[in-house]
């Protein structure tokens, strides 16, 4: 059979993205801005719903972060690009499906889950990761079952410092009132109107100037008009080794040195909710009664220079115990492997070489199989910074495809894919499909004066899309 240029107009590529969050689009769209080449991309998502943490992680009182997805409807409306969502990797189709239907796979596939403290406790009741929080007020699907008795706590420890720890204190002690037009999930704006916690412990365990999180996230919380942010003077003190480390280090820390020494001047104030940011505390041990949690017992550190001079938190073997009805674990986002894709344990990412998937961590390229985002380089970066990053991904993409020959597509390839589901009963979602929960949603949180009202069960909205398709069948 005649060989053709691979990513032709007369053979074009066929690119399957797995996941359909920030890091997939960005590279849909670097496919799509790549000089002279024909491509069609078809992305998957294991949920009915596309925009991964845009819609699953994003803060409902951040929409102006949630206006990102404008760009990324735009490009799944291009004739070029199409959405297969409820079809998950692994379950309802492989990577051999993948690699005999598929020029390229680019896996976009994000950190679905958290990483572990590694402490006695970590079970208890009334102990939970901030991932599951997260997921919970933002109605995700695999975390809307869960329970926090809000009415049940007065603090709150939440582990770590970063960006997250700062969303779910801010989510935690803010006047439910100011989230109630959001899209948060109702179930939860309805446990945070029962909430009776009214202290939370942010615990980091190096000091004030290695703080994780922007300086904006910590003003946002400070602002609030009943939250006092505490911090004691003697912990909010830069020791000289920090002093000497935060010269070379970016902007936002020096902003982070300066605001800590700010609030801590405040003194405790006077408002009813308190934040009490506590630095080189590093939990040890999860204490209960009864089976459910009580306490966060938790070593005093203090920072010494590692090989290369950076504050580094060593236990200095003191103990104290941060009292505490619910713990929040913010320590970070992992990844979970994928039934035949190469993962890497210890990073919990998919190995790579700038976006090139490896069969094991430093080992040889797997074809054609490419990795964008968290999957890529872990649980770091602001959304924004997945747009470089898949870039680069697709840089290698390109490139790959130099010299590369392929037999003509026959006419009816792009139905081989929806054929392959529907004989394996897969009810997949297409971007009409999510287009009309899309506006079910909207109309539905019109209504009830909220942006939108998630429909959170995966079930309920194929049914709604079936319904909606029901009625325009009707009109037509
Ligand atoms: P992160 O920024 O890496 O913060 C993780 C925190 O957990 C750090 O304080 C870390 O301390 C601490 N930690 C890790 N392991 C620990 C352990 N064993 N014991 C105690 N503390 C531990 O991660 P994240 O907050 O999950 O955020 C992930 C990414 O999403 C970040 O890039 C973040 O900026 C971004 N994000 C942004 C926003 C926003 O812009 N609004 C919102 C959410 C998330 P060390 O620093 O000492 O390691």
């Known amino acids: ?42 992305l998957f998502d294991r949920l009915p719903t596309p925009f991964g943490l845009v819609r699953g992680g994003v803060a409902p009182d951040h929409q102006k972060i949630k206006s990102v997805i404008r760009i990324y409807e735009e490009l799944a409306r291009d004739p070029r690009c199409r959405f297969f969502g409820n079809v998950a990797l692994g379950r309802d189709v492989q990577v051999e499906d993948l690699v005999a239907h598929y020029d390229q796979i680019v896996y976009g596939v994000g950190n679905e889950s958290d990483r ?75 446990e945070l109107q029962k909430s009776r916690v009214r202290e939370v412990y942010l615990l980091g365990r190096r000091g004030p100037a290695q703080a994780a999180f922007s300086p904006k996230e910590m003003e946002e919380i400070a602002e609030l008009p009943d939250v006092d942010v505490v911090i004691s003077p003697e912990e909010a003190a830069i020791d000289p080794l920090s002093a000497q480390w935060a010269a070379n280090e970016p902007r936002s820390t020096q902003r982070n040195i300066k605001l800590i020494a700010e609030l801590a001047a405040r003194g405790p104030g006077d408002k009813p909710k308190k934040v009490r940011c506590r630095f080189l505390v590093a939990p040890v041990e999860l204490l209960g009664e009864g089976g459910r949690v009580r306490a966060v017992r938790v070593e005093h550190g ?24 619910l713990v929040l674990k913010a320590v970070g986002y992992r990844g979970v492997p994928i039934r035949g894709v190469p993962f890497d344990e210890r990073s919990g990412t998919i190995p790579n070489a700038a976006g090139r998937v490896l069969d094991r961590p430093g080992g040889a390229v797997v074809a054609n199989q490419y990795v964008v985002g968290w999957a890529k380089r872990g649980p770091t970066g602001l959304i924004g910074t997945n747009s470089p990053d898949s870039v680069e991904t697709v840089q290698a993409m390109v490139a790959d495809l130099t010299g590369r020959t392929a037999p003509a597509l026959p006419a009816d390839e792009r139905d081989a894919m929806p054929r392959l589901l529907r004989e394996r009963g897969v009810e997949f979602v297409t971007w009409e499909d999510w287009q009309a929960l899309d506006s079910y949603e909207q109309e539905l949180g ?26 325009a069948e009707e009109r037509a």
């Not at 032709?8 to 690119?15: A, I, W």
């Not at 993205?17 to 000089?35: D, E, N």
């Not at 220079?305 to 200095?316: E, S």
Request: positive net charge; aromatic residues 6%; contains cysteine.
């Open 1 to 42: 059979m005649a060989q053709l240029p691979l990513g032709s107009e007369s053979r074009p590529l066929r690119v399957a993205v797995i996941g359909s969050g920030p890091s997939s689009f960005y590279a849909v769209q670097a496919l799509f801005k790549t000089q002279n080449l024909h491509v069609r991309v078809d």
């Open 116 to 190: 572990k403290l590694g402490v006695p406790g970590e079970d208890l009741a009334g102990v939970h990761s901030a991932t599951e929080f997260v997921g919970w007020y933002n109605g995700h699907p695999d975390f809307r079952d869960r329970r926090f008795d809000l009415a049940a706590a007065h603090t709150v420890a939440v582990v770590g410092n970063g960006n997250v720890a700062m969303d779910v204190t801010r989510i935690l002690l803010k006047n439910p009132a100011a989230l109630a037009d959001t899209d948060i999930a109702d179930y939860a704006l309805a």
């Open 302 to 325: 203090e920072l010494v220079p590692d090989a290369q001079g950076v504050p580094r938190p060593k236990g200095t073997g003191r103990f104290s115990e941060i009292p505490a009805q």
């Open 446 to 471: 019109k209504a009830r004066g909220k942006v939108r009202c998630k429909v959170c069960d995966v079930a309920e909205m194929l049914r709604v899309i079936k319904s909606r398709q029901a009625k």
